[in-house]
């Protein structure tokens, strides 16, 4: 019966072991895809890889520029037809950018239903804490379908305010080339298919028109757009809540993402010990004295 029992535990140990292997080699390739594949140029037509030869996404991609400043002179067109300037978009509050363009057969329309999903998770609004700018890099893109897309995002949206703060523009190629050449935003024009092959991402700058964060893919994470935000504020957006939850979170640019700081978490932890250590002590010294004191005779 022992020997059943001990060939039980050893087996069970074993599967527990294994388990714990297949879980770690999953996390794992799970990682490194994500690391290999951030900022994975697509065509905006076809996403799957079979699609692309090799010479087709040469070039294209995200090349993060980080604390470089976006070139807030440039002359772009709103959803109105009138010209603006892109400064007059920052200057008070953090802005997400995004770059797309209003006729893209699939990818973009993921970016932007990724981006609001997000935006739809945060609690932060558009147009008070911070700014949405989304740029089409097609020069042939009109106001008109900038105004069907606001609107449409604007409404999905459903929030006081996002109509002020969300902004679609267009632009002339020199404006579109020196925005993305600032960015560091790399397409290319594909004649046989008549779209643009190009990456997914979104960025975040700070008022001041400084590249703060880069986040890739399609989905975007509410928590890392209001992190991204707050770092981008220099935190002076978010409750004090918040505050604590950006300390205990990094930003690695490699994924476009916020991991766990595990060396500041250590530090709480660490401290908040210390702490409870000298209260220890404290406590106990009084207590001492006070059973001191009450045994010295009258």
């Known amino acids: 019966m022992n020997r059943d029992c001990k060939t039980n535990r050893t087996v069970l140990g074993r599967a527990q072991i294994a388990s ?4 770690g080699c999953t996390a794992l390739i799970s990682w490194l895809f994500l690391l290999g594949g951030t900022a994975l140029p697509v065509a905006a037509q076809d996403m799957t890889s079979s699609s692309l030869a090799p010479e087709d996404i040469e070039g294209v991609g995200i090349e993060q520029k980080l604390d470089e400043n976006i070139p807030l002179d ?8 009138r010209d603006v300037v892109l400064g007059e978009f920052f200057g008070k ?4 950018l995004s770059l797309v363009y209003y006729e893209c057969p699939m990818l973009c329309t993921l970016i932007l239903n990724g981006l609001l999903t997000g ?8 147009g008070e804490e911070f700014e949405v700018v989304t740029v089409s890099f097609n020069p042939n893109d009109t106001p008109k379908l900038a105004t069907a897309k606001k609107r449409t995002y604007v409404e999905r949206y459903g929030r006081a305010g996002a109509a002020d703060g969300w902004h679609f523009l ?7 080339k020196q925005l993305t050449d600032a960015v560091g935003f790399k397409y290319k024009y594909d004649a046989e298919r008549k779209e643009y092959i190009h990456a997914s991402g979104i960025m975040v700058a700070t008022p001041a028109g400084k590249l703060s964060r880069y986040f890739y893919g399609i989905d975007y994470a509410a928590r890392d757009i209001k992190l991204g935000l707050m770092d981008a504020s220099e935190e002076k957006i978010g409750s004090i809540a918040d505050q604590i939850l950006l300390f205990c979170y990094h930003y690695d640019p490699t994924t476009g993402k916020y991991g766990v700081a595990i060396m500041n978490i250590m530090r709480v932890i660490g401290g908040l010990t210390v702490l409870g250590i000298v209260v220890f002590i404290v406590s106990s010294l009084r207590r001492e004295k006070q059973v001191a004191s009450q045994a010295k005779p009258v």
Do not use: C, M
């Open 74 to 81: 440039l002359v772009f067109v709103d959803e109105q037809g």
């Open 170 to 176: 267009t632009g002339s190629e020199e404006s579109i």
């Open 20 to 23: 714990a292997i297949r879980t």
């Open 93 to 96: 509050k953090p802005v997400v």
């Open 119 to 126: 935006l739809d998770e945060l609690d932060f609004d558009i």
